[in-house]
């Protein structure tokens, strides 16, 4: 007996699009829902700026504290929600970073825009804080051979110390983000569990961050690992707590995006002028350019609250002062070199 | 069965029909693993960079650089090479070589190599340097059609009529490029509508594809959609290919939701050769190492060895004494 199975077709959708969707058959539905036009996007997109942070951090050139300041001051006149100010990490190990008090005290912070600032541990935190911070965030990994190289301990050990910095700020009332790298691949590892991603996320989540950002860290990833992988965290944390930090070494960001739009991620990490190399792969990119990002989903007609012009002016700021050609192909493309 | 009913009411959400009826979950249960069904299981790819490449790059490559390219390139798994170009050279200097490339290339027997054919003229030529396939290039744009070939639109497709004209009495394919798809860099945006008009005259008129260009890389994933939405509702989509430009990085987004809405036929430019004429400095033709990458990664199969594409890509910029605009390139020699 014919039944006519169909979907949930989301309104969003025209009736050309639901005529495709119905179907007389059972392998017919199967198929026909395979062949749906794009689903469903958010209608908002929140921007986490980390250029200052993640993308300074892996720039050859060290930039002196004033430049910094600027640029941070320059991305929130952007209309960027979000901008990673600066990392609370010991200058041994990260000397593009050494300024970070010097930074938080001399930004200007405007009204409604947050600046968290990363703190691997609670000596971290506590100088974060001291230093006005009124976000934090940590940084997981869903590899442990990449933990021991990148953080010299394992994922649990890890995730140890981070108990100690939620629990002040917990305290103190202070949101805390967390990261988890590797998402879609390791450097050292190779293929990374889905299972491990969602596992190490559900642990952040479960601490008490209010938001997970999924990083590619090597930018290995293509849409169909990004959609496995997506599923499996979904499961454990909900989406509207997911966002992804893609970084576009294999040029593959944007379509990496896209597809975590489609499967009801709302937040986007990206860095001005796509700064931050990869220091897996020497001379090869990074981070994906927030400008890049911003071109595609307001060409999607996704609301950002970026002034797309401001932005591309920040972008030219600091890429003179790095003495660097921008990573962005649509400030390449408006020749803001 | 039970109690089935024979229809279903519209919107039904499929929780609610699992519920009523759990024998149901089987036929809607997702496969397991990522949702590659919304993807085509096999991908075309057209590799454009010996003519839209290096036909839009400033330095000039002597012919025996073009047909060692082309050599390379078949030697990867690419089906479609698209060889050089029957322009006049008066226009496209390039391109002048033409005969001598398509008469000095090892034209292997699985792969197609054609060539550009504006006008009858054109055609001949091609045909007499031993041309089995030809190309035809339209635009949805009128002021671009003026510009680019010194005529409307209703008066290149009665040039290309003759073309394809000839060309089906030779037993010869022809193929149909519509530019400016996704916006004119004169005319700014492009109606779908439009767009839709000249791909069905192309169709009309004897092409087997056409290719829906993004020419000056303007488009995303939303005017891709809307675009293809218009063109899919008047056109079979298995005719359609998407020749996107990577000028604004949106070539692999645009490039994934074309593959969402059907489309299983990729242009693409190996080391992403050629830059954009309408935007100094910029880039032009979307990487085939990168979309084979992405195409790879979904498991979508291309017949395409990503590391012959790799080094002939490394062949051609060593020529040209620049540096390539693949990332998955760059990454890989890093």
Not at chain 2, 258 to 266: C, E, K, R, T
């Amino acid at each position: 007996m014919a039944a006519v199975l169909m979907r949930f077709v989301p309104s969003s959708l025209g009736p050309a699009a639901v005529q495709r969707s119905l179907s007389f058959s059972s392998s017919a539905a199967v198929r026909a829902i395979s062949l749906s036009p794009t689903k469903p996007l958010p209608e908002k997109v929140k921007i986490v700026e980390v250029g200052p942070r993640d993308g300074l951090q892996n720039e050859k050139t060290l930039v002196p504290a004033e430049v910094k300041i600027r640029l941070i001051d320059m991305l929130s006149e952007a209309g960027l929600p979000v901008v990673e100010a600066t990392s609370f990490v010991s200058p041994k190990w990260v000397p593009q970073m050494a300024d970070q008090e010097e930074v938080m005290r001399g930004i200007h912070r405007k009204n409604g825009v947050n600046y968290p600032v990363l703190t691997p541990n609670l000596k971290g935190y506590r100088a974060a804080v001291n230093a006005g911070a009124k976000e934090v965030a940590i940084f997981g990994a869903a590899s442990e051979l990449f933990s021991k190289k990148n953080i010299n301990c394992s994922v649990e050990e890890s995730l140890q110390r981070f108990e100690e910095v939620m629990t002040a700020a917990k305290q103190d009332g202070i949101p805390v983000r967390g990261y988890v790298s590797c998402v879609l691949g390791c450097p050292y590892e190779g293929k990374v569990s889905a299972a491990k991603v969602a596992e190490v996320a559900k642990r952040l989540y479960s601490m008490g961050c209010y938001e997970i950002s999924l990083g590619d860290t090597i930018g290995v990833g293509t849409p169909g690992g990004m959609i496995e992988m997506l599923e499996a965290v979904k499961k454990e944390v909900p989406v509207q707590a997911l966002a992804v930090h893609c970084h576009d070494t294999y040029g593959q960001a944007l379509a990496n995006i896209l597809v975590a739009l489609q499967n009801g991620v709302s937040v986007v990490d990206s860095s001005v002028s796509g700064l931050g190399g990869c220091p897996y792969a020497q001379g090869a990119s990074g981070n994906v350019a927030t400008e890049d990002v911003v071109y595609m989903l307001h060409g999607l007609g996704i609301h950002t609250g970026v002034d797309l012009h401001k932005l591309m002016d920040a972008g030219s700021y600091i890429c003179r002062s790095l003495n660097r050609r921008t990573s962005s192909k649509v400030a390449q493309a408006a020749c803001k070199l | 069965m039970g109690n089935v009913p024979t229809t279903v009411k519209q919107y039904l959400d499929c929780g609610t029909l699992v519920g009523d009826f759990p024998w149901s979950s089987w036929l809607l249960e997702e496969k397991k693993g990522p949702d590659v069904r919304s993807f085509p299981d096999f991908v075309k790819i057209v590799e454009v960079g010996p003519r839209d490449g290096l036909q839009n790059e400033k330095e000039m490559v002597p012919t025996e650089v073009k047909i060692q390219l082309i050599d390379m390139l078949s030697q990867t798994g690419l089906s479609v090479i698209e060889a050089t170009s029957f322009v006049s050279s008066k226009w496209v200097a390039q391109m002048a070589d033409h005969t001598e490339v398509l008469k000095g290339i090892n034209k292997l027997p699985h792969v197609r190599y054609p060539v550009l054919t504006p006008n009858l003229q054109g055609f001949q030529t091609a045909v007499e340097a031993g041309a089995t396939d030809v190309a035809v290039f339209g635009s949805a744009s009128e002021t671009f059609s003026k510009r680019n070939i010194n005529c409307s639109i209703e008066e290149s497709m009665q040039r290309f009529e003759r073309v394809i004209s000839a060309a089906k009495q030779a037993g010869i394919p022809v193929r149909g490029y519509v530019s400016c798809a996704l916006g004119c860099p004169f005319e700014g945006a492009v109606q779908p509508t439009q767009v839709t008009k000249v791909v069905k005259r192309l169709l009309e008129l004897g092409c087997y594809e056409v290719s829906l260009g993004d020419t000056t890389g303007v488009g995303t994933a939303g005017s891709m959609a809307a675009m293809l939405h218009a063109v899919t509702a008047e056109v079979p989509v298995h005719t359609l290919a998407v020749h996107c430009h990577d000028t604004y990085g949106q070539a692999l987004a645009n490039i994934l939701t074309a593959l969402q809405m059907g489309v299983s036929v990729v242009d693409s430019s190996v080391a992403g050769l050629g830059g954009c004429p309408y935007a100094k400095g910029a880039s032009g033709n979307v990487s085939t190492e990168d979309v084979v990458y992405m195409l790879q990664g979904m498991g979508i199969e291309t017949g395409v060895d990503l590391s012959k594409v790799i080094e002939a890509g490394e062949f051609i910029c060593r020529a040209l004494n620049r540096p390539t605009n693949s990332k998955v390139a760059r990454a890989t020699k890093a």
